[in-house]
């Protein structure tokens, strides 16, 4: 009898399901990393004003052009379960505030390759973690510092403010005309909403907004093919692609009284199951005519509030058609329930779900002109010059379908940049300057530090330096030379800072890089800034994402599925 | 499995048996393999596993349990310590992975102990009282009694248990968080409830320990002044976790008293907030578990109508019924309405027109919740005794204002300033789903420190210390005992250091020294009349610069039972599987 161990005779042991497949320590931790620079290296050349598009094709054969970090990524199927973490930072990033999903998933790429020196020199993660942390902190109190306040109201500002957002896209020569649909679009739906009241007693809430801006739901973006980019343009009011159900019915009114409804204008069966038995000849004739005349009813009920307009969600009948003719009231059909929210709200009309409940007060008079447009082939109704909308309609223009998307996501991303600035007014320089003045006063801060968290500290300051180095790089020209005079700018500020105040006082450089030339300009003067709440979310999603990669040093395939 | 030839078994049966030492031999290896998955999460500097399933679903953990639960652990004996790992989750809610580890190690050396000479019996039983031992050493000599339990104790505790963690290097924020939510939901405890506390610490007790159970309760109890003093529960329950990425995890915060519903407005027309009015009177909230949709009669019903007038009545009707019960639920005072069903578009207008807040397919799991916090019920048909529909106002749940709130890209309804019981949200931001799961896991272990040092009033100093102390104390009541037992005892006593071993390992620090002088220490502190050596025995690992230091003073604590609990499973969970001596797998 063997006595000890498992003895040769016995077979191996097999505690664990045989498909399981483990990589851990060292191993798990280096693939860990090189996963993530593959994943970073895929989206570095779409950074900045000099990126390149990257089209991409789906199994179904369908395409996408885009330079959006987000959209790139989504589209591409990665098996690696760190690189598959990492590409849900950029989700979140999109989500969270929609625009710097590049740089994200750049930092955060090169965070890790940075700490790939002190995990082969046997640091352990959970220290790199906590030099990771303390930077972090530091990092963000030195964006403070930088932080500079805007006037949401100072257009000038605003503009040159989405301008360097979108002045990498693909919609660059139109800058202008996109600025001002995204500055427009977004005051247009800007809501103050209802602070809460002071009977509350301290009820500290982070998330009270001032401000509401519900760009999904308000600013519809409707893309047409054909046409120019110059033709694109934001409603005071909304659009949607919709023919009149009769043509006999008025194409354009002034000043139209509007009902929205989301009831069916036409017969139709209650919910229990009918069943119909007859076995009298009256009876049939009776039946049709109750269905008649409960359209009828219901129409007269609308007649009696003399609108100009009747929407409904669902279908209208032809008898119900004929009426509104005949009462010279133009009707549409099968409008989508978010369409019809936003007529809503630029008419200030109330949604009616019965006809019998119609009121004085439901009725939208908001709406300055109703016009029919023929557009291409397609007919729109336009709903124009509301008194006071809060939602509108943005018209894209453009050479194709692919051109347009590419525009539509370059337009949103510009108003998520407007609205971030609306709840958070604070900016920070762009084209680098930011990440040089957080690498350079990391390097300060990390020489007083004591103890192992020191190199991976100074680890951070140097990874923050990957933004202005993928810029001058996008831009071709020499990295090394231009990253080292902004650094060296960024020093010299500081020493001066340090002579004339004896240190503490943080100083202001917002020298940073000219993404399309590659030279050195004040950001001041340049006027690149981006929003303070993109900045900070980049720079704290990437550290802790790459906290959570280092600390893993175990990688367990085929496990079960997750059963809670 | 390799299979014995059948016929050396002497057996017929359709199947393979393994007997012996062969066994043993393989559940303890099977054992070990398990422990050792866990071993490299443990402690302040113990890192994460990730795992990944069929579908290439990743899971980020620190959670022995959780660990132990996604791999797919064949072997039976494996099992066991699996399920040990699961029961202290439940049981306990922290320590699962120290506990798995105990229990590999007290089995190793259980078979050590075989393969010398020992039958199985004599190492269970020697187990057994060095367990006995170990408790009341523990609820004697470890346990430092908080009559009136500070914050510093509940955070320190929350922190310990969480400093190996995903969120350990936020740890005083967290730790914050941790605290506030459970004294949150605060609620005066039933008699049977404390019955349980009690239960709870004693169970395989012996005399010594009914007494020190008894102390420990009296002291706890504080001055009974003509009764018991009211003792609290903390119904974790009542803790909401919600999980949203985007921002950083600096930004969780705590809804004090509020609740968070992960629901939206049905419709846009209805207001993004109401609150409750200047006098005072709370917003009334109404919970439905019905359908606001349009009435539809039952399968199987039918209705033979003559008139065909009537079919139109019938339609109507059918309106108005839904109509009728939306205006009761607003008669009675409700500004917010959940259901847990759909609500039909028909109905919205009324909504809209008595601004009310209306969201439906809720949660039905969260709808009780709140029901519970705002002092409501959650109604589930309105009909009466009499055969008709009202909708009483008792059931109404009150808060002082709701509110919706945009979160990343969605929207979440916020209701703050409950009126019935505790309530309390954990609202979690991080960077992706990954993290928000694992740090949900580690916040709810924290949580249930802390509810077991508030309702239990007692701590033990972590960081190896209890287990350096039981270590020495075992290896000198070994002598004392003159049987066989003795040397299973002083096993006993070894496998405890497994605990300091293993932070230490992990650490990446010299283990044996440090193990050494941590015993050194505690012998010293054990031996010793004087007074100035009574602290000695709270020393434990001081695992950042790799030295020892007083944990009770550096403020890494547990709550005893989680201690006792672990050490009483782990020694049962070795039990069971030591005394198995045949293992018979039927052929199916």
């Known amino acids: 009898m063997a006595s000890a161990g498992p003895s040769p005779g016995m077979g191996p042991i097999m505690v664990l399901n045989s498909k399981t497949q483990r990589t851990h320590g060292r191993q798990a931790q280096i693939g860990n990393i090189a996963a993530a620079r593959a994943v970073a290296d895929i989206i570095r050349s779409t950074l900045g004003p000099r990126s390149m598009l990257k089209m991409l094709l789906d199994p179904m054969g369908g395409i996408v052009i885009t330079n959006d970090g987000n959209c790139i990524l989504r589209e591409v199927d990665v098996s690696h379960p760190t690189a598959k973490s990492m590409i849900e930072l950029s989700r979140a990033q999109d989500e969270e505030v929609g625009d710097g999903t590049t740089s994200v998933i750049i930092l955060a790429g090169e965070m ?20 990771y942390n303390y930077a972090l902190q530091e990092a963000l109190s030195i964006c403070e510092k930088l932080a500079l306040t805007v006037d949401v109201h100072d257009a000038d500002r605003m503009k040159a403010l989405v301008q360097s957002c979108i002045g990498t896209k693909f919609s660059s020569r139109w800058n202008d005309i996109m600025i001002d649909m995204a500055l427009k679009a977004v005051l247009t739906v800007a809501r ?111 007649i009696a509030f003399k609108p100009d307009i009747v929407i409904t969600e669902k279908g209208v009948s032809d008898l119900a058609q004929h009426y509104f003719a005949k009462a010279n009231i133009t009707a549409f059909r099968r409008l989508r329930k978010t369409d019809n929210n936003r007529v809503a709200r630029a008419t200030g009309a109330t949604i009616v779900s019965r006809t019998d409940e119609i009121r004085e007060s439901d009725i939208g008079t908001g709406c300055g002109l109703f016009e029919m447009r023929k557009i291409g082939e397609e007919y729109f109704a336009f709903f124009e010059q509301c008194k006071d909308p809060k939602a509108c309609t943005i018209i894209l223009r453009g050479g194709s379908k692919d051109v347009l998307n590419e525009i539509e996501r370059n337009l949103t991303d510009a108003m998520l940049v407007v609205r971030n600035v609306v709840f958070d007014p604070r900016l920070l320089p762009g084209g680098g300057a930011t990440e040089m003045a957080v690498s350079v006063g990391l390097r300060k801060a990390g020489l007083k530090l004591e103890g192992v968290q020191q190199g991976p500290f100074l680890a951070v300051g140097e990874a923050m330096e990957v933004i202005p180095r993928t810029l001058a790089q996008n831009c071709g020209v020499s990295v090394i030379r231009t990253v080292t005079q902004l650094r060296a700018k960024h020093a010299a500020a500081y ?67 997750k059963g809670h | 499995m390799s299979a014995p030839n059948p016929a050396s078994t002497g057996l017929f049966i359709n199947g393979q048996r393994e007997t012996g030492q062969d066994v043993r031999v393989g559940n303890v290896t099977a054992a070990l393999a398990v422990a050792n998955i866990v071993k490299t999460s443990l402690g302040p500097v113990g890192l994460d596993k990730m795992l990944v399933d069929d579908i290439g679903d990743v899971l980020i953990t620190n959670d022995g349990a959780t660990i132990l639960k996604s791999l797919e652990v064949e072997h039976p004996a494996a099992r066991v310590l699996v399920d040990l790992a699961k029961l202290q989750d439940q049981e306990v809610g922290d320590g699962t992975t120290s506990v798995v580890i105990i229990a590999s190690e007290l089995l190793r050396r259980g078979n050590d102990l075989v393969k010398n000479g020992i039958h199985p019996t004599t190492i269970i039983s020697g187990y057994r009282m060095a367990l006995k031992a170990a408790v009341s050493y523990i609820k004697k000599e470890m346990v430092v009694n908080v009559s009136e339990l500070g914050d510093d104790h509940l955070i320190n505790a929350a922190k310990t248990s969480m400093s190996s963690k995903i969120i350990g290097k936020e740890t005083d924020f967290f730790s914050r968080l941790a605290v506030d939510a459970v004294k949150s939901v605060k609620m005066n405890a039933t008699a049977a409830d404390v019955a349980g506390y009690d239960a709870m610490g004693s169970g395989g007790g012996g005399g010594a320990e009914r007494l020190a159970e008894s102390a420990s309760a009296t002291a706890a109890g504080g001055t009974t002044a003509g009764g018991t003093k009211q003792r609290y529960k903390y119904p974790l329950s009542a803790i909401h976790i919600l999980k949203a990425h985007g921002k950083s995890s600096m930004e969780s915060n705590l809804i004090d008293g509020g609740f968070a519903i992960n629901a939206m407005r049905a419709a846009q027309g209805m207001p993004t907030f109401v609150e409750m009015s200047m006098d005072g009177t709370p917003v009334k909230i109404a919970m439905l578990d019905m359908n606001l949709q349009r009435h539809r009669m039952g399968m199987g019903v039918q209705v033979i109508v003559k008139d065909p007038a009537e079919i139109e009545n019938i339609k109507r009707r059918e309106m108005d019924i839904t109509k009728e019960r939306i205006r009761k639920i607003i008669d009675a005072g409700a500004r917010v309405v959940l259901t847990t069903k759909g609500v039909d578009d028909l109905c919205m207008k009324y909504f809209v027109e008595a601004g009310i807040i209306c969201a439906r397919r809720c949660n039905r799991e969260d709808l009780k919740r709140l029901a519970k916090a705002t002092g409501g019920r959650v109604v589930t048909t309105m009909a009466d005794m009499e055969g008709n529909e009202t909708f009483d106002a008792e059931c109404l749940g009150g808060c002082d204002s709701v509110r919706e709130v945009r979160i990343g890209d969605g929207e979440m309804l916020y209701v703050y300033g409950c009126r019935g019981h505790g309530a309390s949200t954990i609202v979690l931001r991080g960077a992706n789903e990954y993290m928000l799961d694992e740090m949900d896991r580690a916040l709810h272990d924290s949580l249930c420190v802390v509810k077991r040092m508030l309702e239990s009033n007692t701590l033990v100093p972590g960081g190896g210390a209890a287990e350096a102390a039981l270590s020495v104390y075992l290896d000198d009541y070994a002598t004392t005992i003159e049987t066989r037992e003795q040397m299973v005892i002083q096993e006993y006593a070894d496998a405890l250091l497994v605990i300091p071993k293993t932070l230490a390992v992990n650490a990446a620090k010299d283990a044996s020294e440090l193990v050494a002088r941590l015993r050194s220490v505690h012998a010293k502190g054990q031996h010793s009349e004087d007074m100035v050596d009574y602290g000695l025995k709270f020393m434990g690992l001081d695992l950042i610069e790799g030295t020892i230091r007083d944990n009770l003073a550096a403020g890494v604590v547990e709550p005893a039972i989680s201690k006792i609990k672990s050490l009483r499973f782990a020694t049962e969970a070795a039990i069971t599987i030591l005394r198995i001596d045949d293992r018979i797998s039927l052929n199916k």
């Not at chain 1, 890790?112 to 973690?129: C, G, M, Q, S």
């Not at chain 1, 600013?219 to 005071?236: F, H, Q, R």
């Open chain 1, 112 to 131: 890790l390759i940075n700490a790939e020196p002190f995990v082969r020199a046997n640091v352990h993660p959970t220290v790199i973690v906590r030099g």
């Open chain 1, 495 to 561: 020493e001066e800072a340090e002579k004339e105040n004896g240190g503490g006082v943080f100083p202001k450089c917002n020298w940073g890089l000219d993404g399309t030339t590659g030279k050195l300009v004040d950001m001041e003067e340049f006027g690149i800034w981006e929003p303070f709440s993109v900045k900070i979310q980049t720079i704290k999603t990437a550290v802790e994402s790459a906290c959570m990669i280092l600390r893993i040093d175990d990688i367990v395939f085929g496990s079960k599925k």
């Open chain 1, 192 to 302: 103050e909403t209802p602070t809460i009241s002071s009977t509350h007693g301290g009820v500290s809430d982070v998330y009270s907004q001032k401000m509401e801006v519900d760009i999904k739901r308000y600013a519809k973006v409707e893309k047409i093919p054909g046409g120019e980019i110059a033709d694109c343009a934001v409603l005071s009011g909304v659009m949607f692609n919709k023919d009149v159900t009769h043509s006999k019915m008025r194409r354009r009114i002034e000043n139209p009284r509007i009902l929205l409804l989301d009831s069916p204008l036409e017969y139709k069966k209650g919910e229990s199951q009918t069943n119909v038995e007859i076995t009298d000849e009256e009876d049939w004739n009776t039946l049709l005519k109750m269905e008649e005349e409960y359209v009828e009813n219901m129409c007269m009920e609308i």
